[in-house]
Nanobody, 124 residues
């Protein structure tokens, strides 16, 4: 089992920045990939970004490119999502996820463990 706890969400004005953190515990060695997803009210959960622990390869949703940066520590304990130039449409609950995949995974089904989510609200 892997436990994930997100933090860092909050209320920010459009154009502002936030850094989300995801603390992992348990059998973290079983997860080769970490990802961030988000879900806005009334919408499907969507992919934001992912990072592979082996080599640190990253991949972003198109809307996140140039504004969001995913990173992680070498101990496979914490993953971050630095978000800048935030827009009202970025308002959502952001979830951290962990999965076994060695290749890029953008589908929620490719991730086995999920955090409880952290709310990000961007005001206009």
């Amino acid at each position: 089992q892997v436990q994930l706890v997100e933090s860092g969400g909050g209320l920010v004005q459009a154009g502002g920045s936030l850094r989300l953190s995801c603390a992992a515990s348990g059998r973290t060695f079983s997860s080769n990939r970490m990802g961030w997803f988000r879900q806005a009210p009334g919408k499907e959960r969507e992919f934001v970004a992912t990072i592979g622990w082996s080599g640190g390869s990253t991949y972003y949703a198109e809307y996140a490119k140039g504004r969001f940066t995913i990173s992680g520590d070498n101990a496979r304990i914490t993953v971050y999502l630095q978000m800048s130039n935030l827009k009202p449409e970025d308002t959502a609950v952001y979830y951290c996820a962990a999965g076994p995949g060695l290749v890029v995974g953008t589908a929620a089904r490719e991730y086995r463990y999920w955090g409880q989510g952290t709310q990000v609200t961007v005001s206009s």
